[in-house]
T-cell receptor, first 114, second 113 residues
């Protein structure tokens, strides 16, 4: 089954404790992206990747890192989480650029930083 | 850069009533347009999309949307709402040449029995 898988689904952590949220897709998509969803703000893009070893900042990259060492994986790293990073996070993937495509989304990771 | 506005934060309808969710976009050329639905505790599911051609687009679950270039709008409609349609709905616009969509803030649909 074609899917985007995020782990964990729920995470509660303390301020400053490094964490990683994993994202994996099995559709051989070149493009992957991370969003955070906050009430009244919709989805805002954090980082995106156009291919292996190619990443770029989205609209709200501060406090986050990503890596794309393999095509299928695109982990989101919070080196020193803060309470304002409490949010619902979505990973998305999409096939090649310039085609009539849409993004496929994971189930989401609800992160709480206390 | 493209942008999208969903002017209604909440919409309440009775089951069986018709529905229209508004979406306005800003983009210099013809955009890619999408509607996604997010059920409670779930990820986003694509309802429908517009890339070119017929401006009335049919989607899943009985939804349709109409692209109106003159009004920069892409409103989502359903003739008869079911209780299971209660969810958050997101309009998104994508620039041609880029897969990265920009999302609106979402409209929460409440369905009364």
């Amino acid at each position: 089954e074609a899917q985007v898988t995020q782990n964990p689904r729920y995470l509660i952590t303390v301020t400053g404790k490094k964490l990683t949220v994993t994202c994996s897709q099995n559709m051989n998509h070149e493009y992957m992206s991370w969003y955070r969803q906050d009430p009244g703000l919709g989805l805002r893009q954090i980082y995106y990747s156009m291919n292996v070893e190619v990443t770029d900042k989205g609209d709200v990259p501060e406090g986050y890192k990503v890596s794309r060492k393999e095509k299928r994986n695109f982990p989101l790293i919070l080196e020193s989480p803060s309470p304002n990073q409490t949010s619902l996070y979505f990973c998305a993937s999409s096939p090649r650029r310039d085609l009539n495509t849409e993004a496929f989304f994971g189930q989401g990771t609800r992160l709480t930083v206390v | 850069a493209q942008s999208v506005t969903q002017p209604d934060i909440h919409i309440t309808v009775s089951e069986g009533a018709s529905l229209e969710l508004r979406c306005n976009y800003s983009y210099g050329a013809t955009p890619y347009l999408f509607w996604y639905v997010q059920s409670p505790g779930q990820g986003l599911q694509l309802l429908l999309k517009y890339f070119s051609g017929d401006t009335l687009v049919q989607g899943i679950k009985g939804f349709e949307a109409e692209f109106k270039r003159s009004q920069s709008s892409f409103n989502l409609r359903k003739p008869s709402v079911h209780w299971s349609d209660a969810a958050e709905y997101f309009c998104a616009v994508g620039a041609r040449g880029s897969y990265i969509p920009t999302f609106g803030r979402g409209t929460s649909l409440i369905v009364h029995p």
